[in-house]
């Protein structure tokens, strides 16, 4: 059975005490009363040594936002994967729609970064979506196979087993556009169809594939309830325990 996952991804949000405030508040209530699905937090790589020592990652597991895609060496201001793992995180996330337009991340240095993440032993997070205009002339299914293609179908089997795939339309992330539950559905059955295509069907039923798109507690349980979602990247709504909390609860409808 593959997992349920409500991973929640911080961006450049939360100083260092506040980022320990919520995840140990996060951390007393998932302990109280425990998920109905895997949940991880990835916090900016300052957060992390300092939340590891606390957090029980048998209940919510931590991640990175980011990692380089060089082993080490004279990078200054870059943060390796052996450097992620070293502070205690399992994840990390890679190919965010932020990261591909902002600092212009290519298919090939994604699919480094990829490479280094597995070998340091971290599960991958990896986006994948469409922008606005490249879902008004329906080429969404073509795009996200390009970026499948680009930097993770390379992996062999056992490896692409550590790889969780997150849909995000770049054009529903902090627009409060969401895609429909249909369109959601649509798309996530057709990448694990992909998936089916390279892996074999086993595979393709073992990915978790999660929603990642101005999702929140109001749309969650509509979106969770369709076959080939199976949880979601969680941006602004990770930021309060209690957005977040709402949106893992809906996995106990």
């Known amino acids: 059975m593959r997992k349920k996952i409500v991973a929640g991804n911080w961006k450049m949000n939360m100083n260092l005490q506040d980022g320990i405030a919520l995840a140990k508040e996060l951390n007393e209530t998932l302990t ?15 957060h992390l040594a300092s939340i590891a020592q606390f957090l029980n990652q048998d209940i919510i597991g931590l991640g990175a936002e980011n990692c380089a895609d060089k082993e080490k060496g004279a990078f200054t201001g870059e943060v390796s994967a052996e450097m992620v793992k070293s502070t205690g ?25 990829v490479l280094l993440a597995l070998k340091n032993n971290l599960k991958v997070i990896f986006c994948i979506g469409e922008t606005l205009e490249e879902r008004e002339a329906n080429r969404q299914n073509e795009i ?6 680009g930097s993770v179908f390379n992996l062999s089997e ?14 529903a992330i902090g627009t409060g556009k969401t895609a429909t539950a249909e369109q959601a559905e649509e798309i996530h059955a057709y990448i694990r169809s992909i998936i ?22 109001s749309n969650a349980p509509e979106l969770f309830a369709k076959p080939d979602i199976d949880g979601g990247l969680i941006g602004g709504a990770s930021l309060k325990a209690a957005d977040f909390k709402g949106i ?3 996995w106990k409808a």
């Open 144 to 149: 996200v196979k390009a970026e499948l293609e």
């Open 196 to 217: 089916a295509d390279r892996y074999g069907k086993q595979v393709a039923d073992d990915t978790s594939i999660l929603y990642g798109g101005s999702c929140k507690a």
């Open 158 to 171: 056992e490896e692409f087993k550590n790889i969780v795939i997150a849909y995000e339309p770049i054009w």
């Open 89 to 113: 995180a399992q994840y990390v996330i890679l190919g965010h729609s932020e990261r591909r337009e902002y600092y212009h991340e290519t298919p090939e240095i994604l699919k480094e970064k």
């Open 32 to 46: 109280a009363e425990k998920p109905n699905c895997g949940v991880v937090i990835c916090t900016p790589f300052i």
């Open 248 to 250: 893992i609860d809906a």
